[in-house]
């Protein structure tokens, strides 16, 4: 029995017909869907505390043996130790004592020892849970306890990371352990050549954005599985007339990081494979869309919903009717016709410049609503990038014809066992049980929290807001303590930088346009006196260290300037200060004309507006306000995540149909 079948043995599951060992694709029925949903929301039994205390002292209880051990003889008891995994799973005895031999390695490579929570948090991932470990609580070095231990039995581990400098900082700093445990430790970059990738999924635990995880994975299923066109396709992009040859070899143990991102954010919109057309005449096309829907008027021509879709009214048809006797082609067409018109007015109106995109050298490159990174090598699909490129002036590119796609709930499901961790999994425990069949282990701290939460203060409009803003970081940084702005978009933090350079402030600023700077940003904001205004999720992932005496003037200050759809995301941000029981403080400063009120809570939002203007105590309101609206929003982004998978699933589904499974 091979080791990743022998994995198969500890979580039955049916083998896929794939080359590579993975889960079949499950195609639950509407009853089966519907008991998935109950059961979700069913209240889930505690967590046997004695088991996990039972289990740390066992590993605790095998530390000086293993301190007496020479370095050579670490990776021979690691194996002994996994021998019997291989047919039975992870089951604590062995494991207890293959977590001590990692710990030992660890304090002999790295200088660090792990703590007991991380031994929790290593315990849940190999059960196949996600660990909500709070920010700075060590998940990177956690999860070296489960990927060790799990490439040991022979599985091929995937450590997934939510972006290449995370993938290759983590895959660095930890292969000297790995090494002294006689695994080797690969990382996946952008533009790394397909020979190169292919002998990095080949070593035994492999740090990978989630990204070029799956688009690997695609191209796979391509070269594998895909139509002799798709397959010659697939060469072209390669350059080679060869054949090529699967990257990975299998997906058989994932451990998530930042989990909730990956899993739940980023899920609303499937990856896909994609080759170039040739633009042909098509950019005078999108710019005569632009040219038309600029003329037409909200509200006499179209409508524009609160969750930014789109309704073209009858007067707006009869308007796109009239012009398409001068424009003619297409135009003639009553479909073609409203989808260009559809289309245009997203681009106009639900697309912003420096908040949904930004253009760099004159062209147009998205940004990641989440994490607030750029990503130059995605495009939107079906006409739409190129109608933002028309509305910006840039030159038109050539429009892009789907090879393959797949979501990540569909690509997670398919792993042999799956696991994650983050800081903020609680709120959607519920939809990561019901997608993804995985339950949250809370994972208390190594040291007591002594971070402050001062009251949530509102202006009514956005300049009183940030001169607010620029005022208080002013104020902080004279006194030396280290400050934290976390903005919405690249636009409210170059705003917020004018402020601060009229007011003589110096400070640096984090957005899309320095992500190549990021890790050096981040890892300086802890500095005192040092003001930095990043987007809320800049620089995920990496610590802010506590410079000088900042640590004696009351810690990092985080300021939020305007409180996420999820809530997630707020604790995130305010997580980057007071890690590991150091002080911090933090505050939200918003105002009533932030996106998120108007769209999900408008109703509120006035209320809110008009208790401001008698002159009524507002802070309670403020809070429901706030409530209110993350919640709407909540729920919102979770009927689209659900459609966007039902709609790959079916799919999938008529493609199957049709021979083609990709």
């Known amino acids: 029995m091979s080791n990743a079948a022998a994995l198969l043995k500890a979580h039955p599951v049916e083998l896929a017909d794939n080359a590579c060992l ?36 066992a590993v605790n209880g095998a530390e000086t043996a293993m301190q007496g051990l020479a370095t050579e003889e670490l990776a021979r008891v690691l194996r002994d130790a996994c021998r019997d995994m291989r047919s039975t799973g992870f089951h604590d005895g062995p494991t207890a004592r293959a977590f001590a031999v990692v710990r030992e390695a660890s304090r002999r490579t790295l200088g660090m020892r792990h703590h007991d929570v991380q031994l929790v948090g290593g315990w849940a991932l190999l059960q196949g849970r996600i660990a909500e470990m709070a920010t700075g609580e060590g998940k990177t ?44 430790v690969g990382a996946i970059a952008q533009g790394m050549p397909p020979n190169e990738r292919r002998a990095q999924y080949a070593r035994d635990v492999v740090y990978v954005s989630n990204k070029e995880l799956v688009f690997d994975y695609l191209k796979d299923r391509l070269a594998g599985g895909g139509t002799p066109a798709s397959r010659l396709r697939l060469r072209r992009m390669y350059k080679d007339v060869r054949p090529p040859a699967m990257l ?73 009717e009239s012009a398409a006797d001068a424009l003619g082609g297409v135009w003639s067409s009553a479909t073609w016709r409203g989808e260009l018109v559809e289309k245009a007015l997203s681009a106009l109106w639900c697309f912003d410049r420096d908040q949904h995109y930004i253009v760099v050298d004159g062209k147009v490159q998205i940004v990641d609503e989440f994490t607030g990174r750029v990503m130059p090598d995605r495009s939107w699909e079906r006409g739409l990038h190129q109608m933002i490129e028309a509305k910006e002036n840039c030159e038109i590119s050539g429009e ?175 997580g980057r200060c007071a890690r590991q029981g150091e002080p911090g403080t933090v505050e939200a ?54 459609d966007t998978f039902k709609q790959d699933r079916n799919l999938q589904t008529m493609l199957a149909f049709s021979g083609d499974p990709n």
């Open 22 to 57: 993975e889960r079949a694709e499950r195609r639950e029925g509407a009853f089966e869907e519907l008991l998935q949903r109950l059961v979700a929301h069913l209240p889930r039994l505690r967590w046997q505390r004695r088991r996990l205390r039972r289990f740390v002292a």
């Open 141 to 184: 070095l956690a999860a070296t306890l489960a990927a060790a231990t799990a490439a040991a039995t022979g599985a091929a581990v995937h450590v997934v990371t939510v972006n290449d400098y995370l993938a290759d900082r983590d895959a660095k700093a930890n292969a000297p352990l790995f090494a002294c445990l006689g695994l080797g």
């Open 248 to 320: 990975l070899r299998g997906l058989h143990v994932a451990i998530v990081d930042e989990a909730d991102s990956v899993l739940i954010d980023e899920a609303r919109t499937p990856l896909i494979i994609s080759e170039t057309l040739a633009p042909g005449g098509g950019g005078e096309l999108f710019r005569a869309a632009i040219d038309l829907a600029r003329r037409m008027r909200r509200g006499e021509h179209f409508v524009l919903s609160p969750h930014r879709e789109i309704w073209v009214t009858p007067t707006g048809e009869q308007m796109a």
């Open 400 to 574: 892009r014809r789907t090879l393959s796609r797949m979501t990540y709930q569909r690509f997670f499901r398919r792993y042999l066992l799956l696991s994650g961790m983050t800081g903020t999994a609680a709120e959607v425990a519920t939809e990561l049980r019901r997608v993804y069949e995985l339950d949250v282990l809370r994972v208390p701290t190594h040291r007591p929290p002594q971070r402050r939460r001062f009251a949530d203060r509102c202006w009514p409009d956005a300049e009183q807001r940030w001169r607010a803003v620029a005022d208080r970081a002013t104020e902080l940084a004279a006194e030396r303590r280290a400050v934290l702005v976390g903005t919405r978009s690249v636009e409210a933090s170059e705003q917020l930088a004018t402020l601060l350079r009229e007011r003589g402030m110096p400070h640096r600023v984090l957005n899309a346009r320095q992500d190549a700077a990021e890790a050096e940003i981040v890892a300086e904001a802890g500095q005192p006196g040092r003001i930095t205004v990043a987007t809320n999720m800049a620089g995920r992932g990496t610590d802010i260290r506590l410079g000088g005496d900042v640590f004696e003037r009351g810690g990092l200050h985080v300021i939020l300037t305007e409180f996420h759809e999820s809530a997630r995301v707020d604790r995130q941000l305010f």
């Open 589 to 642: 400063m918003v105002c009533l004309d932030d996106d998120l009120f108007k769209r999900h809570a408008p109703g509120a939002r006035r209320i809110v507006s008009a208790a401001r203007t008698r002159g009524a105590p507002t802070r309670t309101l403020l809070w429901l306000l706030i409530r209110l609206a993350q919640r709407s929003a909540e729920r919102h982004n979770a009927r689209i995540r659900l």
